[in-house]
């Protein structure tokens, strides 16, 4: 059974192990073994069957597992090999596993280790009975990851599993015993502290390492051999680099060896710095120094390490054997180090030491290809390139490129080049069809700059140029990319030869003959300087040119006496020679130039030649030729005239007196040949005008006769060089320059380009020297400067408006914007896209803002339901202080950080409906009173108040009340009026009109009480309470009815209106309880006591008590009343105060609820709040407003107003006044009393009314009587204007004795506003009444001009014009009058006005204008018998100011006078200086609307009056020209400018100031003693008796000053000494010395030698010795040349280096610097390496991608190989030679049979934006364009 039972065995003691290993739950190796299983060494590695004593059973092959890992089925096959399977619970079987009896391999088991590498096996089952081939059992590495370093060795922990268990009845700590050589795989432990060695098991857990420095591992017991991969059986193996299965490309093996040059200066030196990373390291240091280490991590942690005994160490986490001997040390880190090492060496002894190293160093800087870059074009073909990058191992970042190239070892990827997005462009919308950038992107090319010139004229320089790599994007423009981008085609060149034809050289003609035909003679020849063209020109060296005459002989003998001389020659031949010579030498030294021989004077015989000669120089610079003086020449000058022969005259024969022509002939009596060559005039000139050639024209003559002769008589050696000169040197005429179009302004959509276009002319051509002209003087039309370009739709792109305001004011917010994908059209316009359209990321479309914390505020909850099912109750509501911070959370915060609470935000009234009365049914559409429930406080006198039923109001006496009573769904005649339930009914105290209104003209306290208006069952009440003086409450006399009476009648019974006003008004009140009791049983006082306190409160603003006391004087003195100052000082304060009842009734509440002893404290408080309030709500409510009192302008302006009721009463101040007389009566401005007429009907024959009311004329009108009624003293006088001008009184209008106005039988001419005018000594008071033609539209008119430059505010009636300045309050009164009553409608420039604009009854009001307010404004009056429009013009005036910008004015003064001194005028005043004679610009900056009118004053008279001064007035009068400046000149000169808004003077000063010498006092003197003293007269250069630089007196005369002698005496003995001598040494330390002698210089200026003791008393004797040139004597020193392996540079050719250092002579070697002075050897050197014999092959190219179009190209491989072995090499080694292209565009030709039709629906568009000239809209717009 033992050999069946297959390869392991189960327990069945029901232990949960399976033992053989480790259990491997547990964690980073931390054994927990069940030790029962480790008691039986000897444990046979079969099975073991039955029930077994030892409770554990050993599995060789198994690691250790928990028995509910194993499934139920798997433990019973262990036990039950021969027992069958379900087939589905195993994995299938493989064709192979079936063949071979097999089962197939079960699931991988967990890991023995958890790290640091353990194995995990896998087990088969044999399915025959018999043996099956192979094993059942495999094994895989697994956990494959270092272990942290506290787990500690795995091996040790299986040692100390065993410290508790007894071995021979003791307990050890055991320790392992590594690396046995015989079984690596037994677990032998040694005891600590002893000798003892055990093998505590037969065999390691599976996964312990077999050797300490070896992956192998132990499985079963046996050592299995692991690779780098970690695969078991792998011999895989890490190269040097530490990279597995690596070829050692990742590093550089690095050796050295450092020799020491410490001395005893130097202590210490680095051997070597070895970078992280590092490997295998090994350094031996000979001799008697020693090693030590520094480091320094890549965090920058630094340290030190002393070597100072034998051992291994750990040195920043890497492991450094060190091992010392007497001799040598020797030092090995296997690393890879985890830091920088220093290695360094310590002096340690007189001898040197050497250091070998040797280590494999990581390259640290690799380049990565980068992934391909985007398509360079979306759709219809684009190209896309990969690149290359340097990537830094150790920082993981990208790095420059230069990292990558210091290593030889790196190869820079070639980019690769794709081509992308070969779909051609949709054509579903034409705007992407005429867009660029579907085209074929152009892919990057070499673009270089122009050559630089040339380094050499000629003779061979070199120039060179800056080549780049650009791309091109979809707009056209041009950018600068990476090199790497164009690689795909070879670089262009940087450099070229280049001027390399031959310098000019001189060049000699033949001889000529000798000047005799016998004897000794002369004979010259022509010597010319030629450029390489075979030109005559200039440029030779005058120190090589060869001779042009020397002597000769004539072997034939002369019968005469010899001549002394050789005889000079007078042939042409001379002449010639001499020409061409002078004509050559033009050089940059003074030469004189001859031009050419005039023609002869006469035609035969003998005549004269004339010739300019000039004296010119060659300016090397420009290379142009410039005329000097004649002096400036030296040597003799040429003759300027010579004698002729022109032939024989009319046949003679001329006779040769040799005496006679010895001038012309020189003696000479025959000609040697009788033909020769002479230059006959010159060709016409190559240039029209500004200067051409001319080249002379050579022929052969006959020298008797002067006539040509064929070219072949003539010697053609002898024939003349070439000759040219300059014509035609007049400047060209005046033509048009045009320079290149500026960059499009803009990439797309439609932009502008510009050009310079200048008329010039050519004043040189050789110079190209031109000079701009006037445009005139170009006869040409003007070529355009202006053009449009980039005429193409742009590209979708984002347009983002601006940013909304935040969306809370603090506490941090949002707030957001539009972003709209749109597109620039090619018109300009913007067409708006969907947003797919737009590639780019969208901006961002919201933010975060207000990012602060908020104050705090309450924050309150709802309001509770109301206390009573119906009628009146209260609401409550909680309040907590709440603070929102920046973040957007909010915290709750002490309440008192929060603003007081008012007690109206926690507590309010609440009005349900009014609670049922039983038997009173409610009625439907009955009648209703529009009231308003508000208390009033009058606080300043007023003439009349205007108010609406359903209110409390507490009056000043003598105010008139006039009371409304709006009723709707009922008549107004039906509308009955009670007071304190009495009827009412109209006297001549109180009028009660028609129409629901109840007048009380002068309220007196019997005025005080309940009025009652009713409509139907509909009633509403209103209170009248009067202020006396000290402003208390007047008690009013008892009226028949009680007040309480009255208003409970409006609730049905006093007992329920003691309920419903139930905020008793004893709150306020500190007396008894009756008194209480009284005051609550009056509900119409339920106020006073509130608006007592509110009188008598301190709280009110400041100005508001003061306007009561002055009040409150008015009262006690009349006249005060009268007093104009004083109704100013109250003019802007409110004249009546208002609140709504709730608002009180909040108060009475709260305070109601309040504690006995803290109501007086709460009542304070309330009432100061409520002050406050009705102050400020009245403030704001004025702001809307008219404020007539602010813009009365004149009598005729003004207009009735409507009165307010409410916040503001009438507008009008009118003082009031009895009517009585007498002679004490005060004075007082007139009044007119206004009345209410009764109603007037349009069919009344006779018309009777007051003052402002309409009068409708109806055909049936006879008459109309127009009243007025003033008052005032003295008595006032009445007037009567229609429509602002003076009534005409005629036999139909009439004046009455009462000042009425009669109209009899009126017409249409009397339509119109008239005005009553009552005018007296004190004032004036006008009021307006309108007469209409049957009920049409009237508007009340001005036709006057106004004009405001100061007042704030300005009032005009429409008709008027309105000129005024900017910020001023501008009302335009439109009042209208119409039966029924018209409407007003106001238009701005005829477009209707919005709401925004002030318009308040019928006056329009525009605050603060501006320019742009500017405008007509037109009021419409309409109605339905009618429309009538009116307007008014509004002008913005602008007074004269300072401009802010003077910029024009200045450019103005530069036009007018670019040299002359200018100033500029200001307000304060400004100063120019000048000198007598001079002329200056005064230019007066101005603004101002309309364009103010300038005038210039000169000492305050206008300057057209001035005398003396000539001046001219410029630029509309902004500039004054003072000319031929003197002393009556100078002064202030001022410009006034005007215009209707204003006036400015700006003035300046013209200071007239000559410098002149002034002779000043004597310098101090030169010298002490002696004869050389003297003192000098000082000159000063004075301006004013200021003195100034002496250049200014530059052109004065100096008065002739002469010096004075002084100090002329004998002076005191002293020291004088020589110079030094020269040093005795050049370097190293030298000496040099001096004499040093006793001397006195006597007053004659004799100096005599005296004792040396007279000079030492004075002073102490001057050294003569001292040391020089104390600075080290060094020299440039150098290694021998390294090894031939640098960069190849060329064919055969690489670099080597030495090493060049500065040391002394002693050897010592010093920094560069100290050898700076002496010339450094060179570093570097070319030299012949093998390895350079390189050059780059090529294959033939691919066949093209396309036959025909555009988007065809091919490629060819490109390869660096060696020259012999033809063999593939590094492509850097062939980077001197420009790489061969690999990439190019093929069949480049259009196809063949393609129909010509547009592809886009705009070709119109193209066609008219005349883009068909553009090639990628000509193919899109085939058809059309080829129709254009």
Same mark, same amino acid.
Request: overall charge neutral; hydrophobic content about 30%; glycine content about 8%.
């Given at each position: 059974?033992?050999?069946?039972?297959?390869?392991?065995?189960?327990?069945?003691?029901?232990?949960?192990?399976?033992?053989?290993?480790?259990?491997?739950?547990?964690?980073?190796?931390?054994?927990?073994?069940?030790?029962?299983?480790?008691?039986?060494?000897?444990?046979?590695?079969?099975?073991?069957?039955?029930?077994?004593?030892?409770?554990?059973?050993?599995?060789?092959?198994?690691?250790?597992?928990?028995?509910?890992?194993?499934?139920?089925?798997?433990?019973?096959?262990?036990?039950?090999?021969?027992?069958?399977?379900?087939?589905?619970? @195993?994995?299938? @079987?493989?064709?192979?596993?079936?063949?071979?009896?097999?089962?197939?391999?079960?699931?991988?088991?967990?890991?023995? $280790?958890?790290?640091?590498?353990?194995?995990?096996?896998?087990?088969?089952?044999?399915?025959?009975?018999?043996?099956?081939?192979?094993?059942?059992?495999?094994?895989?590495?697994?956990?494959?990851?270092?272990?942290?370093?506290?787990?500690?060795?795995?091996?040790?922990?299986?040692?100390?599993? #065993?410290?508790?268990?007894?071995?021979?009845?003791?307990?050890?700590?055991?320790?392992?015993?590594?690396?046995?050589?015989?079984?690596?795989?037994?677990?032998?432990?040694?005891?600590?502290?002893?000798?003892?060695?055990?093998?505590?098991?037969?065999?390691?857990?599976?996964?312990?390492?077999?050797?300490?420095?070896?992956?192998?591992?132990?499985?079963?017991?046996?050592?299995?051999?692991?690779?780098?991969?970690?695969?078991?059986?792998?011999?895989?193996?890490?190269?040097?680099?530490?990279?597995?299965?690596?070829?050692?490309?990742?590093?550089?093996?690095?050796?050295?060896?450092?020799?020491?040059?410490?001395?005893?200066?130097?202590?210490?030196?680095?051997?070597?710095?070895?970078?992280?990373?590092?490997?295998?390291?090994?350094?031996?240091?000979?001799?008697?120094?020693?090693?030590?280490?520094?480091?320094?991590?890549?965090?920058?942690?630094?340290?030190? %390490?002393?070597?100072?005994?034998?051992?291994?160490?750990?040195?920043?986490?890497?492991?450094?054997?060190?091992?010392?001997?007497?001799?040598?040390?020797?030092?090995?880190?296997?690393?890879?180090?985890?830091?920088?090492?220093?290695?360094?060496?310590?002096?340690?002894?007189?001898?040197?030491?050497?250091?070998?190293?040797?280590?494999?160093?990581?390259?640290?800087?690799?380049?990565?290809?980068?992934?391909?870059?985007?398509?360079?074009?979306?759709?219809?073909?684009?190209?896309?390139?990969?690149?290359?990058?340097?990537?830094?191992? @150790?920082?993981?970042?990208?790095?420059?490129?230069?990292?990558?190239?210091?290593?030889?070892?790196?190869?820079?990827?070639?980019?690769?080049?794709? *081509?992308?997005?070969?779909?051609?462009?949709?054509?579903?919308?034409?705007?992407?069809?005429?867009?660029?950038?579907?085209?074929?992107?152009?892919?990057?090319?070499?673009?270089?700059?122009?050559?630089?010139?040339?380094?050499?004229?000629?003779?061979?320089?070199?120039?060179?140029?800056?080549?780049?790599?650009?791309?091109?994007?979809?707009?056209?423009?041009?950018?600068?990319?990476?090199?790497?981008?164009?690689?795909?085609?070879?670089?262009?060149?940087?450099?070229?030869?280049?001027?390399?034809?031959?310098?000019?050289?001189?060049?000699?003609?033949?001889?000529?003959?000798?000047?005799?035909?016998?004897?000794?003679?002369?004979?010259?020849?022509?010597?010319?300087?030629?450029?390489? $063209?075979?030109?005559?020109?200039?440029?030779?060296?005058?120190?090589?040119?060869?001779?042009?005459?020397?002597?000769? +002989?004539?072997?034939?003998?002369?019968?005469?006496?010899?001549?002394?001389?050789?005889?000079?020659?007078?042939?042409?031949?001379?002449?010639?020679?001499?020409?061409?010579?002078?004509?050559?030498?033009?050089? *940059?030294?003074?030469?004189?130039?001859?031009?050419?021989?005039?023609?002869?004077?006469?035609?035969?015989?003998?005549?004269?030649?004339?010739?300019?000669?000039?004296?010119?120089?060659?300016?090397?610079?420009?290379?142009?030729?410039?005329?000097?003086?004649?002096?400036?020449?030296?040597?003799?000058?040429?003759?300027?005239? /010579?004698?002729?022969?022109?032939?024989?005259?009319?046949?003679?024969?001329?006779?040769?007196?040799?005496?006679?022509?010895?001038?012309?002939?020189?003696?000479?009596?025959?000609?040697?040949?009788?033909?020769?060559?002479?230059? *006959?005039?010159?060709?016409?000139?190559?240039?029209?005008?500004?200067?051409?050639?001319?080249?002379?024209?050579?022929?052969?003559?006959?020298?008797?006769?002067?006539?040509?002769?064929?070219?072949?008589?003539?010697?053609?050696?002898?024939?003349?060089?070439?000759?040219?000169?300059?014509?035609?040197?007049?400047?060209?005429?005046?033509?048009?320059?045009?320079?290149?179009?500026?960059?499009?302004?803009?990439?797309?959509?439609?932009?502008?380009?510009?050009?310079?276009?200048?008329?010039?002319?050519?004043?040189?051509?050789?110079?190209?020297?031109?000079?701009?002209?006037?445009?005139?003087?170009? /006869?040409?039309?003007?070529?355009?400067?202006?053009?449009?370009?980039?005429?193409?739709?742009?590209?979708?792109?984002?347009?983002?408006?601006?940013?909304?305001?935040?969306?809370?004011?603090?506490?941090?917010?949002?707030?957001?914007?539009?972003?709209?994908?749109?597109?620039?059209?090619?018109?300009?316009?913007?067409?708006?896209?969907?947003?797919?359209?737009?590639?780019?990321?969208?901006?961002?479309?919201?933010?975060?803002?207000?990012?602060?914390?908020?104050?705090?505020?309450?924050?309150?909850?709802?309001?509770?339901?109301?206390?009573?099912?119906?009628?009146?109750?209260?609401?409550?509501?909680?309040?907590?202080?709440?603070?929102?911070?920046?973040?957007?959370?909010?915290?709750?915060?002490?309440?008192?950080?929060?603003?007081?609470?008012?007690?109206?935000?926690?507590?309010?009234?609440?009005?349900?409906?009014?609670?049922?009365?039983?038997?009173?049914?409610?009625?439907?559409?009955?009648?209703?009173?529009?009231?308003?429930?508000?208390?009033?406080?009058?606080?300043?006198?007023?003439?009349?108040? !205007?108010?609406?039923?359903?209110?409390?109001?507490?009056?000043?006496?003598?105010?008139?009340?006039?009371?409304?009573?709006?009723?709707?769904?009922?008549?107004?005649?039906?509308?009955?009026?009670?007071?304190?339930?009495?009827?009412?009914?109209?006297?001549?105290?109180?009028?009660?009109?028609?129409?629901?209104?109840?007048?009380?003209?002068?309220?007196?306290?019997?005025?005080?009480?309940?009025?009652?208006?009713?409509?139907?069952?509909?009633?509403?009440?209103?209170?009248?309470?009067?202020?006396?003086?000290?402003?208390?409450?007047?008690?009013?006399?008892?009226?028949?009815?009680?007040?309480?009476?009255?208003?409970?009648?409006?609730?049905?019974?006093?007992?329920?209106?003691?309920?419903?006003?139930?905020?008793?008004?004893?709150?306020?009140?500190?007396?008894?309880?009756?008194?209480?009791?009284?005051?609550?049983?009056?509900?119409?006082?339920?106020?006073?006591?509130?608006?007592?306190?509110?009188?008598?409160?301190?709280?009110?603003?400041?100005?508001?008590?003061?306007?009561?006391?002055?009040?409150?004087?008015?009262?006690?003195?009349?006249?005060?009343?009268?007093?104009?100052?004083?109704?100013?000082?109250?003019? !802007?304060?409110?004249?009546?105060?208002?609140?709504?009842? @709730?608002?009180?009734?909040?108060?009475?509440?709260?305070?109601?609820?309040?504690?006995?002893?803290?109501?007086?404290?709460?009542?304070?408080?309330?009432?100061?709040?409520?002050?406050?309030?009705?102050?400020?709500?009245?403030?704001?409510?004025?702001?809307?407003?008219?404020?007539?009192?602010?813009?009365?302008?004149?009598?005729?302006?003004?207009?009735?107003?409507?009165?307010?009721?409410?916040?503001?009463?009438?507008?009008?101040?009118?003082?009031?006044?009895?009517?009585?007389?007498?002679?004490?009566?005060?004075?007082?401005?007139?009044?007119?009393?206004?009345?209410?007429?009764?109603? &007037?009907?349009?069919?009344?024959?006779?018309?009777?009314?007051?003052?402002?009311?309409?009068?409708?004329?109806?055909?049936?009108?006879?008459?109309?009587?127009? #009243?007025?009624?003033?008052?005032?003293?003295?008595?006032?006088? +009445?007037?009567?204007?229609?429509?602002?001008?003076?009534?005409? =009184?005629?036999?139909?209008?009439?004046?009455?004795?009462?000042?009425?106005? &009669?109209?009899?039988?009126?017409?249409?001419?009397?339509?119109?506003?008239?005005?009553?005018?009552?005018?007296?000594?004190?004032?004036?008071?006008?009021?307006?009444?309108?007469?209409?033609?049957?009920?049409?539209?009237?508007?009340?008119?001005?036709?006057?001009?106004?004009?405001?430059?100061?007042?704030?505010?300005?009032?005009?009636?429409?008709?008027?014009?309105?000129?005024?300045?900017?910020?001023? %309050?501008?009302?335009?009164?439109?009042?209208?009058?119409?039966?029924?009553?018209?409407?007003?409608?106001?238009?701005?420039?005829?477009?209707?006005?919005?709401?925004?604009?002030?318009?308040?009854?019928?006056?329009?009001?525009?605050?603060?204008?501006?320019?742009?307010?500017?405008?007509?404004?037109?009021?419409?009056?309409?109605?339905?018998?009618?429309?009538?429009?009116?307007?008014?013009?509004?002008?913005?005036?602008?007074?004269?100011?300072?401009?802010?910008?003077?910029?024009?004015?200045?450019?103005?003064?530069?036009?007018?006078?670019?040299?002359?001194?200018?100033?500029?005028?200001?307000?304060?005043?400004?100063?120019?200086?000048?000198?007598?004679?001079?002329?200056?610009?005064?230019?007066?900056?101005?603004?101002?609307?309309?364009?103010?009118?300038?005038?210039?004053?000169?000492?305050?008279?206008?300057?057209?009056?001035?005398?003396?001064?000539?001046?001219?007035?410029?630029?509309?009068?902004?500039?004054?020209?003072?000319?031929?400046?003197?002393?009556?000149?100078?002064?202030? =000169?001022?410009?006034?400018?005007?215009?209707?808004?204003?006036?400015?003077?700006?003035?300046?000063?013209?200071?007239?100031?000559?410098?002149?010498?002034?002779?000043?006092?004597?310098?101090?003197?030169?010298?002490?003693?002696?004869?050389?003293?003297?003192?000098?007269?000082?000159?000063?250069?004075?301006?004013?008796?200021?003195?100034?630089?002496?250049?200014?007196?530059?052109?004065?005369?100096?008065?002739?000053?002469?010096?004075?002698?002084?100090?002329?005496?004998?002076?005191?003995?002293?020291?004088?000494?020589?110079?030094?001598?020269?040093?005795?040494?050049?370097?190293?330390?030298?000496?040099?010395?001096?004499?040093?002698?006793?001397?006195?210089?006597?007053?004659?200026? +004799?100096?005599?030698?005296?004792?040396?003791?007279?000079?030492?008393?004075?002073?102490?004797?001057?050294?003569?010795?001292?040391?020089?040139?104390?600075?080290?004597?060094?020299?440039?020193?150098?290694?021998?040349?390294?090894?031939?392996?640098?960069?190849?540079?060329?064919? !055969?050719?690489?670099?080597? #280096?030495?090493?060049?250092?500065?040391?002394? $002579?002693?050897?010592?070697?010093?920094?560069?610097?100290?050898?700076?002075?002496?010339?450094?050897?060179?570093?570097?050197?070319?030299?012949?390496?093998?390895?350079?014999?390189?050059?780059?092959?090529?294959?033939?190219?691919?066949?093209?991608?396309?036959?025909?179009?555009?988007?065809?190209?091919?490629?060819?491989?490109?390869?660096?190989?060696?020259?012999?072995?033809?063999?593939?090499?590094?492509?850097?080694?062939?980077?001197?030679?420009?790489?061969?292209?690999?990439?190019?565009?093929?069949?480049?030709?259009?196809?063949?049979?393609?129909?010509?039709?547009?592809?886009?629906?705009?070709?119109?568009?193209?066609?008219?934006?005349?883009?068909?000239?553009?090639?990628?809209?000509?193919?899109?717009?085939?058809?059309?364009?080829?129709?254009?």
């Amino acid at each position: 059974m033992c050999a069946d039972a297959g390869p392991g065995l189960i327990s069945s003691s029901g232990f949960d192990f399976l033992l053989s290993g480790f259990d491997p739950s547990l964690m980073s190796d931390q054994l927990s073994l069940v030790h029962h299983g480790y008691k039986v060494p000897s444990l046979a590695p079969c099975m073991v069957c039955g029930d077994q004593s030892q409770g554990a059973v050993f599995l060789r092959e198994f690691t250790l597992i928990r028995r509910e890992s194993l499934h139920e089925d798997f433990l019973s096959d262990l036990l039950n090999s021969h027992k069958t399977e379900d087939s589905s619970s @195993r994995t299938a @079987r493989s064709e192979e596993d079936r063949d071979g009896l097999w089962d197939a391999w079960g699931p991988w088991s967990e890991c023995s $280790r958890t790290c640091g590498g353990g194995a995990s096996y896998s087990l088969r089952r044999c399915l025959s009975s018999k043996s099956c081939e192979g094993r059942n059992i495999r094994y895989r590495t697994c956990s494959n990851v270092d272990c942290p370093p506290e787990a500690g060795d795995f091996r040790a922990q299986q040692c100390s599993a #065993h410290n508790d268990v007894k071995h021979h009845g003791q307990f050890y700590e055991w320790l392992p015993v590594s690396n046995d050589p015989d079984n690596p795989c037994s677990l032998k432990c040694q005891a600590k502290g002893t000798t003892l060695v055990v093998e505590l098991a037969p065999k390691v857990l599976d996964g312990t390492r077999c050797y300490t420095e070896s992956l192998d591992m132990c499985i079963s017991g046996l050592c299995q051999i692991v690779g780098c991969d970690h695969q078991l059986g792998s011999t895989v193996k890490e190269d040097n680099c530490g990279v597995c299965n690596g070829d050692g490309s990742t590093c550089r093996l690095v050796r050295g060896q450092y020799k020491s040059q410490l001395s005893a200066t130097k202590s210490d030196d680095t051997v070597v710095a070895i970078p992280y990373g590092s490997r295998h390291i090994r350094l031996v240091l000979k001799g008697p120094d020693h090693l030590y280490l520094e480091t320094k991590t890549l965090q920058g942690t630094k340290g030190e %390490n002393s070597l100072s005994s034998t051992g291994t160490f750990l040195v920043d986490n890497s492991s450094v054997d060190f091992q010392k001997f007497p001799d040598k040390e020797i030092l090995r880190m296997a690393g890879p180090l985890t830091a920088d090492f220093i290695v360094k060496i310590r002096n340690s002894g007189s001898a040197d030491s050497t250091v070998q190293f040797i280590f494999y160093q990581p390259i640290i800087h690799r380049w990565r290809e980068t992934d391909f870059f985007p398509c360079s074009a979306t759709c219809g073909g684009g190209y896309q390139l990969t690149s290359a990058e340097c990537y830094d191992l @150790r920082s993981n970042r990208v790095v420059a490129d230069q990292y990558c190239h210091y290593y030889p070892e790196n190869i820079k990827p070639k980019p690769k080049l794709q *081509e992308c997005n070969l779909d051609p462009c949709p054509a579903s919308d034409g705007y992407k069809q005429i867009m660029p950038y579907d085209l074929y992107h152009p892919l990057p090319r070499w673009e270089a700059t122009p050559w630089t010139a040339c380094s050499s004229s000629c003779g061979g320089g070199i120039q060179s140029r800056a080549v780049s790599c650009v791309e091109e994007d979809i707009q056209g423009h041009v950018t600068s990319v990476e090199e790497w981008k164009c690689m795909y085609t070879p670089k262009m060149p940087i450099a070229q030869p280049c001027n390399i034809f031959d310098c000019p050289k001189w060049l000699a003609q033949e001889w000529s003959p000798c000047t005799v035909t016998c004897g000794q003679g002369l004979r010259y020849r022509v010597v010319l300087c030629i450029d390489h $063209r075979g030109m005559h020109t200039g440029g030779c060296s005058p120190k090589t040119k060869p001779h042009i005459k020397e002597e000769c +002989i004539v072997p034939t003998p002369c019968y005469k006496p010899k001549e002394k001389l050789p005889v000079e020659a007078k042939l042409p031949w001379f002449k010639q020679a001499q020409e061409l010579e002078e004509g050559a030498a033009v050089s *940059e030294e003074p030469s004189f130039i001859p031009e050419a021989w005039s023609a002869c004077t006469v035609t035969c015989g003998v005549g004269t030649q004339v010739r300019i000669v000039r004296c010119q120089v060659l300016l090397s610079f420009s290379q142009s030729v410039a005329d000097l003086p004649i002096d400036e020449c030296e040597g003799p000058k040429p003759a300027s005239q /010579r004698a002729c022969y022109a032939g024989p005259c009319s046949g003679e024969i001329p006779e040769f007196n040799p005496d006679e022509t010895d001038g012309l002939f020189g003696g000479l009596q025959d000609f040697d040949e009788l033909y020769d060559w002479e230059y *006959e005039g010159f060709t016409k000139c190559s240039e029209s005008c500004g200067g051409g050639v001319q080249e002379a024209v050579v022929s052969c003559l006959n020298k008797q006769t002067r006539e040509p002769a064929e070219e072949n008589l003539c010697v053609t050696s002898r024939r003349p060089p070439q000759l040219l000169k300059s014509c035609n040197l007049d400047p060209c005429p005046a033509r048009w320059e045009i320079g290149k179009w500026s960059p499009c302004s803009l990439t797309c959509g439609v932009g502008l380009q510009t050009r310079d276009v200048f008329c010039s002319h050519l004043l040189s051509r050789e110079m190209n020297e031109t000079v701009i002209l006037a445009d005139e003087l170009c /006869r040409q039309p003007k070529p355009s400067t202006v053009q449009a370009c980039n005429r193409f739709n742009c590209p979708p792109a984002w347009y983002p408006a601006q940013w909304q305001p935040c969306s809370r004011t603090c506490g941090g917010g949002v707030q957001k914007r539009e972003v709209l994908c749109k597109q620039r059209m090619a018109d300009g316009s913007f067409l708006e896209l969907p947003e797919t359209f737009c590639s780019a990321s969208k901006p961002a479309c919201q933010q975060a803002c207000k990012k602060d914390d908020c104050p705090s505020e309450w924050l309150l909850s709802d309001w509770t339901e109301c206390s009573t099912s119906c009628g009146e109750g209260t609401q409550t509501r909680s309040a907590i202080c709440r603070k929102m911070l920046k973040t957007g959370l909010s915290t709750v915060v002490n309440s008192t950080l929060c603003p007081p609470l008012p007690f109206s935000s926690s507590i309010r009234p609440c009005m349900l409906a009014t609670c049922a009365r039983p038997g009173r049914p409610s009625t439907k559409h009955s009648p209703h009173i529009a009231a308003a429930r508000k208390v009033y406080i009058q606080t300043r006198r007023q003439r009349k108040l !205007h108010f609406v039923v359903g209110g409390f109001a507490y009056l000043l006496p003598k105010t008139a009340v006039v009371l409304r009573c709006p009723a709707r769904r009922v008549r107004k005649p039906l509308i009955t009026w009670e007071k304190d339930g009495q009827h009412l009914i109209s006297s001549t105290h109180v009028t009660v009109a028609p129409f629901g209104y109840l007048k009380i003209h002068r309220l007196k306290p019997s005025d005080a009480g309940v009025y009652t208006c009713s409509a139907g069952p509909a009633r509403e009440h209103f209170v009248i309470k009067l202020i006396g003086g000290n402003r208390k409450l007047v008690a009013r006399p008892l009226s028949p009815r009680s007040e309480e009476e009255v208003l409970a009648g409006r609730k049905g019974g006093p007992k329920e209106a003691l309920q419903t006003h139930k905020h008793q008004n004893g709150i306020f009140s500190n007396g008894s309880k009756a008194e209480k009791r009284g005051l609550a049983a009056n509900p119409g006082s339920r106020y006073d006591d509130l608006v007592s306190r509110l009188l008598e409160q301190g709280g009110w603003p400041g100005e508001l008590l003061a306007s009561w006391e002055a009040q409150d004087s008015a009262e006690r003195n009349t006249t005060s009343e009268e007093d104009p100052g004083a109704e100013q000082v109250l003019l !802007h304060l409110p004249f009546t105060m208002v609140t709504e009842q @709730r608002r009180l009734d909040d108060i009475l509440g709260n305070l109601s609820q309040q504690p006995e002893e803290l109501r007086d404290l709460y009542s304070k408080h309330l009432v100061a709040q409520l002050a406050q309030e009705i102050f400020r709500s009245h403030l704001e409510h004025q702001d809307t407003l008219l404020k007539p009192s602010e813009r009365r302008t004149s009598p005729v302006t003004l207009s009735p107003h409507k009165h307010v009721s409410g916040f503001s009463s009438s507008l009008r101040t009118s003082s009031t006044g009895d009517a009585g007389g007498g002679s004490r009566r005060p004075h007082r401005k007139p009044t007119i009393l206004r009345k209410i007429s009764a109603a &007037q009907q349009l069919s009344a024959s006779e018309v009777v009314t007051h003052l402002g009311q309409t009068v409708a004329l109806a055909s049936g009108t006879l008459s109309v009587l127009l #009243h007025c009624e003033a008052i005032g003293h003295p008595r006032p006088t +009445i007037s009567w204007a229609r429509n602002g001008e003076e009534v005409q =009184f005629s036999d139909r209008i009439l004046l009455q004795p009462d000042d009425s106005l &009669q109209i009899l039988a009126p017409v249409e001419a009397d339509v119109g506003f008239y005005t009553c005018n009552a005018t007296n000594a004190l004032g004036y008071d006008s009021v307006s009444i309108a007469v209409t033609l049957a009920g049409k539209p009237l508007v009340k008119t001005s036709r006057m001009t106004v004009i405001n430059t100061e007042k704030p505010a300005v009032t005009v009636d429409i008709g008027s014009t309105i000129k005024t300045v900017q910020g001023v %309050n501008v009302t335009i009164n439109c009042q209208v009058a119409g039966v029924p009553e018209a409407e007003v409608t106001w238009f701005r420039n005829k477009s209707k006005l919005g709401s925004p604009h002030h318009l308040h009854e019928g006056s329009l009001l525009l605050t603060n204008v501006s320019s742009s307010d500017q405008g007509l404004y037109s009021c419409r009056a309409a109605n339905l018998h009618g429309e009538l429009t009116e307007s008014t013009q509004l002008l913005i005036l602008d007074p004269p100011q300072v401009p802010t910008q003077l910029e024009d004015i200045r450019a103005l003064l530069a036009a007018t006078g670019p040299n002359l001194p200018s100033v500029l005028t200001s307000p304060l005043g400004t100063q120019l200086v000048l000198d007598p004679g001079n002329s200056a610009l005064l230019g007066c900056p101005i603004k101002g609307h309309p364009v103010p009118n300038i005038t210039w004053f000169h000492g305050g008279q206008p300057i057209v009056t001035a005398t003396g001064l000539t001046h001219h007035i410029l630029a509309a009068g902004q500039i004054l020209q003072v000319a031929n400046l003197s002393g009556g000149s100078q002064g202030e =000169f001022s410009c006034l400018a005007q215009n209707e808004a204003g006036v400015l003077m700006q003035k300046a000063s013209l200071v007239i100031q000559d410098y002149w010498w002034s002779v000043d006092r004597l310098a101090t003197c030169s010298a002490s003693c002696g004869n050389r003293g003297v003192q000098q007269p000082r000159l000063r250069c004075l301006l004013n008796s200021t003195e100034v630089n002496p250049a200014h007196c530059a052109g004065k005369v100096r008065p002739a000053v002469q010096p004075i002698a002084c100090n002329r005496r004998d002076c005191p003995s002293r020291w004088m000494v020589t110079s030094w001598s020269a040093c005795t040494r050049s370097c190293g330390g030298g000496v040099q010395t001096r004499r040093v002698t006793c001397q006195k210089l006597k007053a004659s200026g +004799i100096s005599t030698p005296v004792s040396n003791d007279m000079c030492t008393q004075v002073a102490k004797r001057p050294v003569d010795t001292q040391a020089c040139n104390q600075q080290l004597c060094v020299e440039w020193a150098f290694s021998s040349w390294g090894q031939c392996n640098g960069p190849c540079i060329g064919p !055969h050719l690489a670099v080597q #280096h030495r090493q060049v250092f500065c040391q002394t $002579r002693d050897g010592i070697t010093l920094p560069s610097e100290q050898c700076s002075a002496l010339p450094r050897p060179v570093s570097t050197q070319n030299c012949w390496s093998e390895a350079c014999s390189v050059h780059w092959r090529v294959s033939l190219w691919t066949l093209c991608t396309a036959t025909c179009g555009n988007y065809g190209f091919q490629s060819r491989r490109v390869e660096c190989v060696h020259a012999r072995t033809n063999k593939a090499v590094p492509e850097h080694l062939c980077s001197w030679g420009p790489r061969p292209a690999n990439w190019q565009r093929c069949n480049i030709t259009p196809c063949e049979n393609m129909e010509c039709r547009d592809t886009t629906r705009y070709c119109e568009k193209v066609k008219q934006l005349k883009l068909c000239q553009l090639s990628q809209f000509k193919s899109r717009c085939c058809g059309t364009c080829g129709k254009a």
